[in-house]
């Protein structure tokens, strides 16, 4: 009993030095632990884009933001056109009689199609389809079979096998093949070329037909069509492409960034080349202009041309590409960048040239690009922020938990008990609030003063009509909406940091309810 009389002691000791006592008799208080609790840090300052900030390596608020702004893909370099390849098998012999299923024409013909000016050893395709159809002259149906050699598709060669009509039924067959997954070697039967297709071809009488006499001048007219493709990669040299970039930049989130709110005080920033192509580059950054102020961004690699290394590949068909990088570090001692995004632009200008392979061929054809990589420009900054005391608020929400509940339905003229410990260097004038389900801000419940920098707790009682309302509306109100703003005696800039903040810890004291 002594031990269980020197806990209750020390309990009450406790609670009696965290929170100021009502005026009631005191073997009619009770005393309810800390029920909840809140922090307030950077991340509840008020204002409308909430993705812009964060925390720096430093700990620092900062603008942080990482924007690609020009980017080259391989819709860029190769657009394959649905241009046919056609070709004609005529018998240029004397009438001769042809038994059934014997061949008629037996021949292996090389295509060099046209990759958009590229010289291409290897395409694998994401998408598209090889669109194909057969003429017969003939009196008899027509076995036709045809491959793609140097071909794969699902572990096979690229083939078709299809009965073509006789002439007086038509002779007509079209049909189409799905490249989906296809992989096609373009380098010809000695490996030794670009942009070639294999095709063999076999057209024989059918099997199930009729010795018939073939006679000079009867046919077989075939063409085909790539359609719809999108390749997965492609390989081979690209040649010396060149391409002029001339774009409008929107960076529309900047638009709800609240420059009354803070002050610019660091700033690092870059632009960064990231290659996942496996070509040599080089670019030049001509112009980028704030269109809102006309201001051009001056900095010493401004229309110099930068070389950027090739990308390179372990597995390109799954897109396993290690990029290379080039960056470009901007500072306010070398550039005017300050002045350039103080109002922070939400429409920039850029002008900038870009080739491929620079030196030339000088790696034996083996440039590469995959439909998920290409080659980008990407700005990102890192701006150090000083807050504007005057117009600085704070906003969170607190929910309170069952248990906090359940006990403030039980109490007898509750007082609210919050104490607080501030690390900011500024004192903070904090506003408490009921809100509904519905986010509906209703009453007060009270008001607290955080003092800045105290290492020490501060207890305020909140003992108001507001509190009685509240209790009978609790099953609805189950949240607090905590509002803090900057003592009015307080002014100028202070820099936060990410380790800064305000703690709130809610307790209850109230008589029994009897």
Not at 185 to 191: F, Q, R, S, V, Y
Not at 283 to 297: D, G, I, P, T
Not at 495 to 504: G, H, I, Q, R
Request: some cysteine.
């Amino acid at each position: 009993m002594a031990i269980d009389r020197i806990f209750i002691f020390f309990f009450v000791l406790v609670l009696l030095t965290g929170c100021e006592k009502p005026s009631i008799p005191d073997d009619h208080v009770r005393f309810l632990a800390p029920l909840a609790y809140a922090r307030i840090d950077i991340d509840d300052i008020e204002y409308e884009s909430d993705q812009l900030f964060g925390q720096n390596n430093q700990g620092n608020l900062a603008l942080l933001f990482s924007d690609t702004i020009a980017n080259f893909t391989i819709d860029s370099l190769l657009s394959i056109s649905d241009t046919a390849l056609a070709d004609t098998f005529v018998w240029t012999f004397p009438a001769f009689p042809i038994s059934p299923g014997a061949p008629i024409f037996t021949e292996q013909k090389t295509f060099e199609y046209d990759f958009n000016e590229t010289q291409l050893t290897q395409v694998a395709f994401a998408e598209g389809k090889l669109m194909f159809t057969l003429n017969n002259n003939f009196s008899e149906r027509l076995l036709v079979e045809f491959k793609i050699l140097q071909s794969n598709l699902n572990n096979d060669t690229i083939k078709v096998e299809v009965l073509v009509p006789s002439a007086d039924q038509g002779g007509f067959y079209q049909g189409e093949i799905d490249l989906t997954g296809a992989i096609i070697d373009l380098t010809g039967p000695m490996n030794n070329l670009y942009n070639n297709l294999i095709l063999d071809y076999t057209i024989s009488l059918d099997p199930q037909g009729q010795t018939i006499t073939v006679n000079p001048g009867e046919q077989v007219d075939f063409s085909m069509q790539l359609k719809d493709v999108k390749p997965l990669y492609i390989t081979g040299y690209f040649g010396n492409y060149q391409e002029q970039l001339s774009d409008t930049i929107n960076l529309d989130f900047l638009e709800q960034f609240s420059v009354d709110v803070f002050q610019l005080q660091q700033l690092q920033a870059s632009l960064q080349l990231i290659n996942s192509i496996g070509v040599e580059a080089s670019f030049v950054l001509n112009q980028l202009k704030n269109l809102e102020s006309q201001m051009l961004f001056q900095a010493p690699f401004v229309g110099q041309n930068q070389n950027i290394n090739a990308a390179y590949s372990i597995n390109l068909p799954l897109g396993n590409i290690t990029a290379s990088n080039y960056l470009l570090s901007i500072d306010d001692q070398s550039s005017n960048i300050i002045d350039f995004i103080e109002q922070l632009p939400s429409k920039l200008f850029m002008q900038a040239d870009f080739m491929l392979n620079p030196l030339g061929n000088h790696h034996n054809s083996s440039n590469f690009i995959h439909k998920d990589h290409g080659l980008e420009l990407v700005l990102n900054t890192d701006i150090e922020l000083a807050v504007d005391l005057e117009n600085l608020r704070f906003k969170d929400t607190l929910e309170l938990t069952q248990s906090f509940i359940d006990q403030f339905l039980k109490l007898k003229d509750p007082v609210l008990c919050v104490q607080t410990q501030n690390t900011m260097p500024i004192t903070l004038e904090l506003e408490l609030f009921r809100i509904d389900a519905q986010q509906m801000v209703l009453d007060s419940i009270g008001q607290i003063q955080a003092v800045g920098s105290s290492n020490h707790s501060l207890s305020e009682s909140l003992h108001k009509s507001a509190l009685s309302s509240w209790q009978n509306n609790l099953s609805n109100d189950q949240r607090i909406v905590i509002h803090a703003r900057v003592n009015e005696d307080q002014s100028g800039f202070v820099e936060l940091l990410d380790s800064d903040y305000l703690d709130l810890q809610f307790s209850l004291q109230s008589a029994y309810d009897f």
